[in-house]
């Protein structure tokens, strides 16, 4: 049996834990805006999957070493609240690419560099949750691998909204990201 090839696409799609159960101290304060952006997020991947850009899921693994990405989206689905509502929202389709990230960064020891040369990308769409930790540190590893990044404003969500306005400028000032919501911008 022969393995799935991967796309080629020069843009990718890349969704920053949003596959999360919210069980964390400051989830509560996280959840509304993060089920906010993830509705804003599945309209932008609706629109990008539409254009031939694929989708790259990279989920932290909450210190589970034994943990897939699989299991976690099942136990996500089966939740009630925001993480099972977010988890219907972007449920993974068979054609996206899913991977485990044990740190903030979703690059930090993961294939995801790997992964997006093989693809062939260059600019990089990078939506999830937080704002102010996980998008931030994966778009500044992006910015240091020299991709150009895209991180929608609508598409992310922090605990507070300051927390989301200071991390939004400083991805814009420092590592040169279009910080442009998703709403306004003709992908």
Not at 77 to 96: F, H, T, V, W
Request: net charge neutral.
């Amino acid at each position: 049996m022969t393995a799935p090839r991967l796309p080629r696409s020069k843009r990718v799609l890349l969704l920053v834990d949003f596959i999360n159960p919210l069980n964390f101290p400051g989830s509560e304060k996280l959840a509304p805006t993060a089920l906010k952006a993830a509705r804003s997020t599945a309209r932008l991947k609706e629109r990008l999957s539409a254009e031939g850009v694929p989708t790259i899921y990279a989920n932290d693994n909450y210190g589970v070493w034994q943990s897939d990405f699989h299991s976690l989206v099942s136990t996500c689905l089966g939740m009630e609240g925001p993480a099972g509502e977010i988890a219907k929202l972007l449920y993974p389709q068979a054609e996206d690419i899913t991977i485990l990230k044990p740190r903030h960064s979703a690059f930090h020891a993961s294939p995801l560099d790997l992964l997006l040369k093989e693809i062939g990308a260059e600019d990089l769409v990078i939506c999830g949750l937080a704002t102010d930790m996980c998008v931030q540190l994966t778009a500044g590893d992006a910015f240091l691998r020299e991709y150009r990044c895209w991180v929608p404003a609508d598409c992310t969500a922090a605990e507070t909204p300051g927390a989301k306005k200071a991390s939004l400028a400083y991805m814009a000032d420092v590592l040169k990201c279009d910080v442009r919501p998703g709403s306004r911008v003709n992908a």
